[in-house]
Each structure stands twice: as C-alpha cells, then as structure tokens.
C-alpha cells in the first residue's frame, strides 16, 4: 500500500526517537502497568475566596525516591487560553507539596511539605515566585485549618519527654506494645500569621484523632482516644468535646450512639454542625453498618438524626451548603446525589439531576459560599473527567470542564462494562461490574477473571477505579471477561446486606461467586475450563477460599496481603480483636458446641484444609502489615510448599504496609501477576531468560542475526539480483534500509563498482549522480518504488541521527576522548598516516527506532544522501554536540527508502 510523501513526512516528523531502542514498540491504544499505577488525579482541591481560582495537588513518581510525590497547581476560573482554563504549575521537586489552601484575602497559599524533614510551613504568591518559608515547627505541623484571617489552626504535640530524650541517648529502640504509661498526646495549637506567635488550644492527656473549627472560629470540635489497644478491640470510643475559643469553656459531648461520631461540618450560620455515624447491629464491637447523617445544635448541645428518605444509607459523604447538606447516597453498584434543605428541625429532600452524569458523579469540594462546585465524573469504562460548575440548593447549571488529565491516555482502549446483577445467597440480589474481553464476539465464549475486593465491607461501582490491585482494563485487552462482585458483607448495599456474613463468613459470599459464574456460563459468555480469581485483603481471603472449596474450578488464584490462619489473626491483627468477635462470633478460647474454643477459627481457616488446594497461586504480602499480618504469607507459602500439590509463588515487599507504595512494588506486583496469569490461565510460560541483559553485546549479535543474509552478504535476493533489506516503519506504510547499501548491493547495479577483499558488508561510498541511478536501477529490477529521503524526511533522520551521534561511528569515536572542535584540524592530519578505511562493517552499533523500524548506523559509519543533499555523519565527521545542522560530509552512502 502506497502513502503519499506528506504522509510519510509527517510519520517520520513526529515519531519519538530513542537511542536505546526496544525489541518492540507498544501498542499506543493498549494498557501497560505504567499507564495504570501512573494515572492522575486531583487532590486536595479547594476554591480561592472570591471563586476566581482553584487550587489543588497532583501526584507524580520519582524515581529516584521510588515514591510518588505530590505538586502544586493553581487553576484561574477568570482566565482561559484556547477555551480552556489557565493552570500554572506553582511546585515542583523531588519533595511532596500537599495541604493547600488558600490566605483568606485570597493573595497566598499556604501549604505543608516534605521538605526539610516536613516541619515547616510554606506560602506562595497567586502572582508567582518562590515559595517562603513561614515558620518551622519542630514538633511537626499536620491538619490545617483556619479560625480567621490571621489565625491557623493545626495539630502538633508538645516535644520528646525526658524518657523519650533518654532512650534516644542510649539508642534504645525498644518498643513497647500499647504503652499507656507514655502515650504523647498530640494537640491543637494556633498560629498567628501577624506576630509569628503560636498557642495551644486543647489540653487533652491523650492524643487527639481529629478536629474541626466553626465557620466563626468560636467553637472547636475534637475527639480524644482512651484507649491503646482501641485500634485492636473497638472498647472505649474516643470522646468528643466542644470547646469555646471565646471563653475557653470546654463541653463534653454526651451521645447514646452505637459508634463513634465521624465526619464533622459546621454550618455557615455557626449554629450547629453535621456528622455521621454508622449504625450496626453489634455497638459493641463498631461492626460493619450503615452510615448516617446527623445535625447537632449547639445551643441545646443535642442532636438529632436527618432522615435520608434512603434505606440504603450514606455511600461516600456528604457536603455542608450554607446550613444544608448535599450527600452522596449509597446506592448498590451506583452512587446517588441529593439535596437536604434545613427546614427549622426538619429536611426536604430533593434530587441533583445531573442527566446521563447521575449515579456517577462524586463531590471534590464545594466553595465556601456554597456557590461553585467542582465534581467528577466516570463510568467502570469511562475515564473521569472534572467540572466546576454554578451550585443554587439542587440545581447545578454553567457546567464547564476544569481541567484535563491523563491525555496521555486518551488512546488507550476502554473495556465495555455493564452492572451485572443476579440472585445469589438466599436468592437475594447481588451486584458487580462486568469488564468485558476486547473485541468481545457474541456466541464465543471467553476466560474469566474474579478480580474481588476487598473489606469486606467495600464495594466495586460503576466507577473508574483501576490501579495497581485491580486493572480490568488491562485484563480485558489479553481478552477475558472480568467480574468484580458485590458479594454478600459489601457496604453500599444497605444494613442486612453487608451485617449478612457477621458470624457467618465465607458462606453468603461463596454462594454468590459460584452463582455468578453460573450464570455467565448459561449465558454462554465463559469457559469454565479458563477461570481465575485474584484479590487483595479480603478479596485475598475469599479467593483463597474458593480454591479450598472448588480445587478443580480454578486454572490460576493471585491473592494478595490475605489471611489463611484465623487463629494467629485475632492476636497480631492491627483490628484483629473487632474484625474477629464480628465475623466469628467470638474468641478463639470462646466455648462453642461443647469444645473448649471456638471452633469457626479452625473450620474458617483455610490452612487447616490447604492440602485441597490444586490451584498454581502467587501469594504477595508487605513486610509491616499489620491490617492482615505479614507471617499469614508465610503460613500460606509454606503450607502450599509443603503439601506440594500445586506451584507456587511468594512475593515479598521489605517495608510495605497493607498497601504497596513503593512504585518498583507496584510495578513489581503487575508484572509478576500478568505472567503468572499467562503461564497458567493461557499457557503462555515467560520465555525470558534472567541471565541475559538485551542490551549486551549477545543482544546486539542476535538482534543482527535478524537480518537477511544471501551467502555472507546483507540484504536479499530479488529476480536475481541482490538488494537491501527494508522494514516497515508503519503498519502498511513506508519502509526504511535496515542498513545503508553496502559495497556488495551497489556492485549488483554497478559492476565495474571495485572495493577491497573483505568488505563486502561495509558501507558503499558512492557519488550522488551514482545514488540516484541505483534507486532508479533498484525500482525497475524489484517493480517497487524505491528512492532517496526526501528534505523533510531527511531533516527528521538528521535530528535522530544528531540525538544518537556521540555513541556512533564518527571522528568523535576514533579519537578515543571528548574531541573539541578547535582540535578537528589536528586530528585529521593524524588520518593521513592511515592506509585503511575508518568505516566498519554495518551493523556494529545498537539500532535505533524510525516508527517500527530498528535501522542501523543512522547517526555514524557513513553520512547518507536524499534528494538534493546529504544528512548524517561519517566514521570521518565530526560530531558537534552543540550544532545540530547538517554538514557538507564527503563521505556519503545510501540509505533507500521504499514506498
């Protein structure tokens, strides 16, 4: 297929060059785990006072901290450039900038980092400049929030006792565990941005677990812990105090709720505030429940809760809108918007129709006088997308798109998803996401992948949501289905649903999975003979599980941070103590059904059975977990090592938590999975051999073993007569010479043409009159069009050429050091004494990419003609790294092109 030569300009003109070349260009439209643990988000997002500006954070990796960091930005709402809003990057470093928030006049930002051991609070100008240090805080700054215009508040803590500063001395690390007798407490201080003078707020003996301020400054909410092993056991809610800045009055908060008080918003007329709570079954234990709404009055320091008009509960928050509340609904596989008025001691309630948005759209912030909101929309296979928008009560109108991420995504092939729902435990409706194979065909049936969440009071909506746990948009394009399933103990789906597994784990959940599949399989969309599973936590737990129960089901289980051993869990289980009492109804020396312990740890533990498991699995766990304790991998490795009836693989994360951080651990984590789920869902064993380095001299003879050979000589033969090899620099596009013509090509044409014994393979030098003759000569023999590089083509040859020059074949090369320019004139004179050639064999340099094409010797050997010049540099040429213009080279071979 022929291409016009603007065509291949443009190819070739905006191609990315690289030196070092891989084996295979990626795809663009298809997923990597780059692209996955890369995608960007806004955070920490807030409007300027005057609404005219928006600020907000972005993440990104550093490598050489392996860890992602977060940057500033400022987004102006009054300015725009190509019908799109003005966003200035305000940092930028190795360190992470977080916390950002606007000065109340507007004209500053004020933010935390990790700069200088994170103790110090910075500003910025809106009008630009670096940023300024305010003051150091050497007991550390976190939680910022403002009183008034010139007060900030933020928690820190008083400084090391003289125990802490004795320990340190001796360099006595010894922890320990849940020491009351030296529990710091941290506080509430506030800082006056005026005279730099900074004062302590609360008093509290024990440390706090949060805070919040009125909208005058005048009442200070915060909570207390009471207890060191809470974390562990849930006994002893923290207490919540009000405290009046004015007067210095402190009121304990007096409630008769099951669970603590969570979320905390004030009100714009500073009368009361918001705040949720989760109501369960089992107080006792702060179980899995649903959350709900309510308003607290000051003055009568009493509370009463708002009736939702909604069974299934707050999904992801609420929002406080001058004295009312927008709050996000929990609504099974969806998330729903409404508006709650303020009506004296009463709420209407109205819907935020946001069209084809609702049921998708999460709230990033609202401004602070109610007017503007910025939101988010996505679907399981919709990229989100940020808007701001006007806000009156329920009506959101003047929606425009903020800004843009991840355009470096926009390509990239997005599965089609669809909510499955079907009748699972009890035959009562189940929900989950439904990824499906890339090209699905109808009537053919697939592989399937569980890819199950975690909690197991989380939930999978119809929501983008991938990342380095879970990447159905990845698995979808090696052509599978993908279910992520709401089983029975998720949240988002009401009380009953996710209380429905307390005391009876595993079994409500197993039954929708394998009903799942059941269904699929009647619908004729899977081969049961091809399915997986894989999770994290507890989608770890149950993926472990059902390869116990269904040994034979199962081709390949990837169950990550999971646990196999109830019995050690409840002891060394960060929340082991809760988790524990909630779902198996009890302890472990609790007598049940007339033993002397409680027997649901030792039936429920899947190591006492994990000889049934025939499923390969590749296990992985972070080093300091302690939300599923770090030695359940090593139980869970051994066992299946030792019993001996499957492979298994053991991945191991030095200083990982429950959550990788780490951006190799995360990359690690994908990869290792992919090729675990390739060898043993498609059978397609990794072929790579860890002893070789492909950019090693082995490499580099291999990936030239590629190359056509006709009896020792480069290229190939065609009626009759020997010619260049050419690649494809596109699909069904141009080709390219994999080497410029060598002595033996050009004496097929020119017969007469004479060289020395031995360099058939060297480059041909020939004249321009000579070049254009043999692609004329080339085309007529072949039937093909062949030519030289036209000017544009050859500036963009030369602009790669010029990237990859210093590890050429050049005058550079020869000299064996850094040659300047001023010594050219010398080293030539030098050259004079030769009586050889400086050119080599082609080939003997790394390929460089042109599109598709790896092509060698571009940069180096011998320069190369188009059209009406010549691009490139000799073995003669020197290489100037400070100019890359073309240079009047008298050494000159041919590189064809083929249309």
Known sequence: MKLLKSTITLILCLICFTANAQDKKEDPTKWTPEDIINRESMGSVSFSPNNNMVVWTKSKPVKDKDRFVSDIYLTRLDLKKDDTFRTIQLTNGDDSDHSPMFSKDGEHIYFLSSRDKGNKLWSLSIYGGEAKEVKEFKNGISNLSWQNENTLLFQSHDGKTLYEQELEEKKDDVIIVEDSLHWRPNHVYAYNIKDKSTKRLTNNEKPLSGY?????????????QRSTSYAADAQQDPFHYLKNLETGEVIKIKHTLGQPMGSIQFTDDNKGFYFTSTFASDPEWNGAGISELYYYTLA??????????????????????????????????????????????????????????????????????????????????????????????????NELELIQLNKNLSKKTLAKTEVMVWKGYKDEEVTGILVYPENYQEGKRYPLMLSIHGGPAGADLDLFSDRWSTYPQLLSQKGMFILKPNYHGSSNHGLSFVESIKGNYYEPEMEDIIKAIDVLDKEGKIDKNQMGTMGWSNGAIITTMLTVRYPDMFKVAAPGAGDVNWTSDYGTCQFGVSFDQTYFGGAPWDDTNGKFYNENYIIKSPLFEIEKIKTPTIIFHGSEDRAVPRDQGWEYFRGLQQSGNTPVRFLWFPGQPHGLGKITHQLRKMEEEIQWIDTYLFNKPSTKNEAFKEDSPLGELLKIQKAKIVGGFFGEMKNGVLIPETLLIKKDSTSIGRFEVTNAQFKAFKPSFTYEAGIDNYPAEVSMQDAKNYVKWLSEKTGETYRLPNEKEAKSLHKQAHKIGAKELTLNYWAGYDITKAEVSMLEEKLKELHTILYKKVGKKKPTKVGDAEVYDLGGNIAEYYDSGVYGYSAYDFYDANDDSMINSKHVGIRVIKD
């Open 212 to 224: 919040e301020v009125s909208k005058d400054g005048k009442w200070l909410f915060y909570s207390m």
């Open 300 to 397: 009568s320091h009493s509370y009463k809760k708002v009736d939702l008009k909604w069974d299934l509960g707050i999904g992801r928050g609420f929002d406080v809108v001058g004295n009312d509340a927008i709050v996000t609904l929990a609504n099974k596989a969806y998330i729903r918007l409404a508006y709650y008025k303020k009506n004296g001691s009463s709420w209407s309630k109205s819907n935020i129709d946001l069209d084809e948005k609702n049921d998708h759209t999460s709230i990033i912030t609202i401004s602070d006088d109610g007017k503007k909101v910025i939101y988010t929309y996505s679907t399981a296979s919709k990229l989100p997308t940020f808007y701001v928008a006007n806000l009156n009560d329920n009506k959101v109108t």
